[in-house]
């Protein structure tokens, strides 16, 4: 028996240093490191449950090819020539982006970004541009700032309040919760701003209910108060800013009674909010809630403002931590993914990747490669995802089981797990280190590396040469930007993990990436983009202020956050007690609908509807329902089946929170 280091693969906040134990050349426990600096020897479920993904009875153990409806075990060899031939053959028939490269981001391996590689030395494939996930959010610190930085987990000490707006702290980011328990023990004042009274909401000082997708209107009558107040900070919105009078001009459109209205957020809140943003250092932790509706960009710069106007931008306890692109901006990517050898290209959002192959010509899209992603749970609107993905002649499908989206493919190649393989793990959400992560044991079966496929494609593509490198090679080539500040393989295979340069208070000279150096309450990015900089009035799509006709028939809000015991749809399969649909609903709604908790209910609106186990929530913002995101259709069915695939109002973000249904007894 041996313990060695490691690092958690999943897409999550916290990327967590671990102790993996092996004994007879097979993993047998997950454990937390002890000595990384941020995670200290705490892991979650999921973290663990990767000892049980990688040594389950269900994993994909040979290449598969559907034939006659029926998958048949196939050699590496055929399942490589036939997918090479029918790349070439749609090469010279119709062009390099009939091919469609659909992906997530499951794997937070540094080696993972190989597969741009692949398909840029193949010519250029149609891919994917914004993000389900925090697509909005991001471009809009982009347009405020001029980039999405972050705060070190550890500023959080400097800070007097600490706002965390959106996020699920208690089940998506334990660390940062690790956090909020010592520093509330010192003091620090805590504020929960969300919809659903959630476990972090427990444990703060206060916790303010409010309407979903309002926060960009709280955030207004939070300036429009400290202005009131005289409470703003003139010298950095004089010195730092551009754009204010702008900003001025939306606070003055809105009276306190219209602003209370909006959000059903009290009048007094707006006070005590002022008191909390003025008498910093005040940090909000944004999640990816209220981004993920059709006015998320304007919410989160509206909070950004927020942060500006309050003037905790750029000192230490302050921020408005959204991501941290600073952490994979320090990785050469370029170098991993050659885009100067893409002749040609196209581009879907990720968010309505069906609707772009439903619709495509010149090229059509012939055939769809699914890596690193399962688009058939969690891409909004699965009824069109589904017609999608069957539409075309051939999916490649490459995952480690038969999910919704491997049982769609023609062929399913396995691939192996973290454990499996040598990589480096980082996240761009939450903190800045890089761990190493060490191959542990062998695949089970024929299972393969990604980058073994891809190695092995390109060679019967004709450019075998650009993966003629090996994995240590290949990690190097991504540590180049970052080898002259001392971060190397070498260091990383002793010392498990290393701080990344980044700055850990952003923005603390107040020069900022924007073209006008300055803060931006008016964006010129947006502008340069095509879209108006100014900082607007805006609203969901799917609710009764903006649709009345569709809230009449549809009149809840469905949320469908991240699942406590599964990362995505990752673990429901060897979770039982995961394997039903659980509908939690407002209490409101329980008594209008005389529903009782575990009763049967059919959730429904005009893309699709899935029934579910009732559970009532005591406490939470009226109107709402919750089902959480992955859950396997032999399960049950995905929440997707219900949730809209337009973009965000930057074109970058998803809508999957903007979503009305209805709901019924059956
Ligand atoms: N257990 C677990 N942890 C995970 C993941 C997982 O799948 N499972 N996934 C990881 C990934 S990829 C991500 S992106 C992160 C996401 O981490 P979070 O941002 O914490 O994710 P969400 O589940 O979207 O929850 C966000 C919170 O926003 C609230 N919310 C919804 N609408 C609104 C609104 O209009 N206003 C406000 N103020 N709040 C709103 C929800 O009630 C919820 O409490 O989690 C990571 N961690
Ligand atoms: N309704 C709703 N939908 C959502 C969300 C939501 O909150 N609500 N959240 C969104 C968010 S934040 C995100 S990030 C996305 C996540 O969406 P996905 O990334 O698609 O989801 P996962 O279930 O994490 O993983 C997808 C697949 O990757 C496979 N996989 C794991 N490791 C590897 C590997 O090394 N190689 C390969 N080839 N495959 C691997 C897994 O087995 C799994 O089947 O979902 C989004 N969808
Ligand atoms: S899923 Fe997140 S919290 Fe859990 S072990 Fe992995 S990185 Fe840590
Ligand atoms: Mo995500």
Known sequence: MTTYKSACSLN??????????????????????????????????????????TNSDDRILYPLKKVDGVFQRISWEQALTEIADTMKKIKNDVGSTAVLHSHDYSNSGLLKNLD??????????????????????????????GSAWSHSPEDIFNSKNVVIWGRNVVRTNMHLYSYLQEVKKKGTNIIVIDPLFNATAKMADSYISVKPGMDGILAIGVMKEMIRLELEDREFIHQYTHGYDYLLALINQLTFEEIVNLTNVPRETFTELAYV???????????????????????????????????NIGIPGGGVNFGNLQVGGSFNIEALSLPERKKESRSFTMMSQAEGVLKAVNPDIRMIFVTCGNPLTQVPNTKMVHKAFSSVETLVVVDQFMTDTAELADYVLPTTTVFEEEDLYYSSMYHHYVNYGKKLVEPPGQAKSDLWIWTELSKKLGFGEDFDFSREEFINLGLQ????????????????????????????????????????????????????????????QESSLTNQELARKYPYTLLSIHPMRSNHSQHYHIIEALQEIKVEISIDIAKMKDISQND????????????????????????????????????????????????????????????LVNIEKK
């Open 12 to 53: 999550c906040w916290d990327s967590c240093g671990f102790e993996v134990t092996v004994e007879n050349g097979k993993v047998i426990k997950v454990d937390g490191d002890k000595n990384h600096p941020i995670t200290k020897g705490k892991i979650c479920g999921r973290g663990r449950m990767l000892e049980t993904r």
């Open 116 to 145: 741009k590689r692949f398909f840029n030395c193949y010519g250029g494939v149609t891919e994917l541009t914004g993000s389900i996930c925090w697509g909005a959010g991001i471009e809009a610190q982009k347009w405020d700032f």
């Open 277 to 311: 943003y003025s008498s910093g250092p005040t940090t909000t932790y944004l999640g990816l809630g209220m981004q993920r509706y059709s006015n998320g960009g304007n919410t989160i710069r509206l909070i950004d403002a927020l942060g500006a106007v309050s003037g």
């Open 481 to 540: 930007n970052v080898n002259e500040k001392g971060i190397t393989l070498e260091r990383l295979r002793n010392e498990n993990h290393l701080p990344l340069p980044v700055d850990e208070v952003p923005w603390h000279d107040f020069k900022f990436q924007t073209p006008t150096g300055k803060y931006e309450f008016y964006s010129t990015i947006a502008a340069t983009k095509g879209y108006d900089g100014e900082l607007k009035l805006s609203f969901p």
């Open 600 to 659: 049967t209910v059919r959730v429904y609106n005009d893309r699709g509807e899935l029934y579910g186990k009732a559970h009532i929530l005591q406490r939470s913002h009226e109107n709402i329902i919750n089902i959480d995101e992955g859950q396997w259709s032999k399960f049950g069915g995905s929440v997707n089946l219900l949730t809209p695939d337009r973009e965000s109002d930057n074109g970058l973000g998803s809508t999957l929170y903007d979503c």
